[in-house]
């Protein structure tokens, strides 16, 4: 199953505790599944299957999955960096603000 799991925004330091996650399967039967980001930079674009850059967000990130039922149409997500996000300015985030 591709199941997602998650907790509450909590602002305090460190990880949360996934041991209390909540977890919803999204999809049964899953036969393959596969993650592939978009770097846009240099150009022309590249697609890869695994992003080195620890200091930026791929421009899109790519999902393909299949099911014992079916193959599911692909999802291409375009990811945005927020103004507080900016890791130019005060180091990277995803939701939330730096501490």
């Known amino acids: 199953a591709l199941v997602i799991r ?12 996934w041991s209390k996650a909540e977890a919803r399967a999204l999809a049964v039967g899953v036969t393959a599944f596969s993650v592939r980001y978009e770097d846009g930079r240099p150009l022309p674009t590249a697609w890869q299957t695994e992003w080195p850059f620890a200091d ?38 995803i939701g939330g603000t730096v501490g």
């Open 56 to 93: 930026r967000t791929p421009d899109r990130v790519h999902l393909q999955l299949a099911t014992d039922a079916r193959e599911w149409p692909a999802l291409v997500i375009p990811l945005r960096v927020l103004p507080l996000g900016d890791p130019a300015q005060r180091g990277f985030v």
């Open 6 to 17: 998650f907790v509450p925004w909590s602002d305090g330091a460190g990880f949360p505790d």
